[in-house]
């Protein structure tokens, strides 16, 4: 089947603003992404070194089983979206995501470093750009746009350094 | 009156059920703009592509309104919100690291998700990334701890901070939205547009 | 000043029997009962509709893996048991009110059934298979003239092990989940389903998945129907029952179940699988994988909860707790 073109921004974007109100209105509680991330962490250190985990005050916060979390339920619903969008549309494939003039492997293992820099940070401003940027934003926290402008910024300066690999 | 889970109408565990669904539909939307698409999302900090920065202001604009007209409406009650904290030196900082990896690694916690389940497998190495780096910052804690509280200030809102009600920072941001559109339509002219 | 006395050795340590006995062997051994069940019923039922060369994997490929997805779970059975050395003592007696009698006989059938199944198909899927000792050989070409014979019973025990995988439950009256004859049905159901995923994971041929694919979302769909039934009827019954029933309806199972085994075991790959008829190219893996996983999420779900819903609970809830 022939890949279906994106929709447009503005109906992707009133589509999850709609999602973010429910979340308000149902829970209390915007969405997030990180959080569940760190938890799915924290579980595998607890498997190999539990007193480990216990010892370190951060990863103790989250080492209940990962299952009780309302994070990670989020998470397994939008990797459960995500999955049926993608296939509705035709776009499931194996494929890297790279410009033409970096080869897979390069692209690769920028995205590991480009990750754990991300993940690095995530934890650091206590949320992601779900987590923060967009729920804090709706709430009109301080930290939610402090930190937004702060990963626009950072990125559009980091932009030029690895042109290379997006155009 | 919402939000209905702290007005005690579900339960913890049906709140869990909730979360699922909320995240069906949070990755369905992900999805459709586009946002499983590594390089789709880094053309954006090169004026190519402005996806991330149209879906991403529409939806917070979206939310934004309908929490205040439901507060007003007395539908929402917003006390009963979670407010990010905001700690604001440790949230600058954060940010800005995570801007870098954003450029270098061409996704985001939530995106890259959506990647790796359509198929994106440098959405899969972001992930051991991502997970290897929070995996750091745990082992870092006990040093950094004074660095992750810097700057605390509560749970405020600009409301709080710039004294005016919240209705006219909604306006702000409305408008400020409308300017970073435009301004970002007319770079997308300058520097070549190359929507995927 | 009114004095209550209550009058009970419950306070005393050991009184109350054990209430979660059964771990993770039960569940496991109930799953893979069902899948053999599904995937003996399939091979059977349409060996007799003649359609080998059409439903090769369903007929040929997965009775080869039925003996020792049954020996697994016996083992798992078998670890399970307090007193090992007496499982024998189940053999002197046949006792038709009892469940346990029922698998334990059904067993001891179906599992040579399904050795001597399995025999006839290997050199159809390995051509080059060699028995070793010309005595197998002769035994099983002497047996394939009763293949028929070997159909109809297969049919017939795997029907009764499905059910029997849910009545075993459902025979525990102390046990208000479990108690409900909806349970048999459903596992016998739940059975066919995971064989047919199964049988999907494993085919290769274009037609055969699309009819297993159906097989499988009209499976699904009864499955639906009948834990909808399910909990109408608990509500609709007494107080423990009622209050067996909460714990899916907010109670502590809630999120697990109606997740992981009504939303990921069984609306998902459905939804998968009506887009797929339609149309929609999808790895056939994934629904298959998916209806497996809720297949033994729905064991060790019910397995769990029936164990945590009990007559007295409110009562004593009140009094000790």
Redesign the interface.
């Known amino acids: 089947?022939k890949e279906k073109p994106f929709w447009s921004p503005y109906a992707g974007g009133i589509g999850l603003g709609i999602t973010l109100l429910l979340a308000f209105v149902f829970m209390g509680r915007g969405l997030g992404a990180s959080g569940a991330m760190m938890r799915f962490t924290t579980w595998v250190v607890d498997v190999f070194a539990h007193d480990h985990v216990m010892a370190n005050p951060y990863f103790a916060k989250y080492a209940e089983h990962p299952?009780s979390n309302w994070l990670v339920?989020e998470i397994?619903g939008v990797m459960?979206g995500g999955f049926?969008s993608g296939?509705?549309a035709?776009r499931?494939k194996w494929r890297t995501g790279r410009g033409p003039n970096i080869t897979k492997h390069k692209r690769w293992l920028l995205a590991f470093i480009g990750g754990a820099i991300m993940g690095f940070g995530a934890r650091l401003s206590r949320g992601c750009t779900s987590g923060l940027a967009l729920t804090g934003g709706a709430t009109l926290a301080v930290g939610g746009w402090v930190f937004m402008f702060a990963v626009f910024g950072a990125a559009f300066a980091t932009a030029y350094f690895v042109r290379k690999q997006w155009i | 009156m919402a939000p209905f889970y702290k007005y005690g109408f579900?339960?913890e565990?049906?709140g869990?059920?909730v979360a699922?669904i909320l995240g069906i539909s949070f990755g369905f939307w992900l999805e459709r703009s586009g946002f499983g698409y590594s390089r789709k999302l880094a053309l954006q900090f090169y004026f190519k592509d402005n996806t991330v920065l149209y879906v991403m202001f529409t939806a917070i604009l979206v939310a934004m309104l309908g929490v205040l007209f439901f507060s007003l409406f007395g539908w929402l009650d917003i006390t009963k919100i979670y407010i990010n904290p905001t700690y604001i030196w440790a949230q600058l900082i954060g940010g800005l690291i995570l801007g870098v990896g954003f450029a270098i690694g061409g996704y985001c916690p939530g995106t890259s998700v959506v990647g790796a389940v359509t198929g994106h497998i440098d959405a899969l190495f972001f992930l051991g990334g991502a997970m290897t780096g929070m995996f750091v910052f745990g082992e870092m804690f006990p040093s950094i701890e004074d660095l992750y509280n810097w700057g605390y200030m509560g749970n405020v809102r600009l409301s709080d901070v710039l004294n005016v009600s919240s209705g006219v920072v909604a306006f702000a941001a409305v408008v400020l939205a409308i300017v970073m559109f435009k301004g970002a339509e007319w770079a997308q002219n300058r520097f070549g547009k190359e929507v995927l | 000043m009114k004095e209550v006395a209550i009058t009970s050795g419950r306070m005393n340590h050991g009184v109350d029997p054990l209430l979660h006995a059964w771990g993770w062997e039960i569940p496991l051994y109930l799953f893979l009962g069902g899948l053999v069940a599904g995937i003996l019923f399939f091979s059977a039922f349409f060996y007799l509709r003649h359609r080998e060369n059409v439903f090769t994997a369903a007929i040929k490929v997965a009775p080869l893996y039925t003996p020792v997805f049954l020996a697994i779970g016996l083992a798992a059975l078998f670890l399970d048991l307090s007193h090992k050395l007496y499982f024998w003592r189940l053999y002197t007696t046949i006792r038709w009110e009892s469940p346990m009698s029922w698998g334990a006989w059904t067993l001891l059938f179906i599992f040579p059934l399904s050795v001597i199944w399995a025999a006839f198909w290997v050199k159809d899927v390995y051509p080059n298979w060699d028995w070793k000792f010309p005595i197998i050989e002769k035994t099983i070409a002497w047996l394939a003239q009763f293949k028929k014979w070997f159909a109809w019973s297969l049919i017939l025990f795997s029907g009764i092990l499905g059910m029997y995988t849910g009545i075993l439950l459902s025979a525990f009256n102390a046990r208000p989940f479990w108690n409900t004859s909806i349970l048999g049905p459903l596992f016998l159901v739940s059975g066919l389903s995971t064989g047919a995923a199964f049988i999907l994971l494993i085919s290769r041929s274009e037609q055969e998945r699309h009819r297993f694919s159906q097989i499988d979302s009209f499976l699904i769909g009864t499955e639906l129907f009948l834990i909808i039934h399910m909990f109408m009827g608990f509500l609709a019954s007494t107080s423990v029952q009622i209050h067996a029933a909460e714990m899916f309806l907010?109670?502590?199972?809630?999120?697990?179940f109606?997740?992981f085994v009504v939303?990921?075991g069984l609306l998902?790959p459905l939804?998968?699988e009506i887009?797929e008829l339609r149309?929609?190219?999808?790895p056939a893996v994934i629904p298959a994988m998916l209806v497996l996983f809720g297949g033994l999420m729905l064991r060790f779900v019910v397995v769990d909860a029936g164990q945590s819903s009990r007559w007295l609970y409110k009562f004593m809830e009140q009094l000790v707790f």
């Open positions: 089947m299952f339920f397994i459960i049926l296939m509705l035709g499931n | 579900f339960s565990q049906t869990l059920i699922l | 907010g109670g502590p199972y809630t999120a697990i109606w997740t939303g990921i998902l939804l998968i887009m149309g929609v190219t999808v």
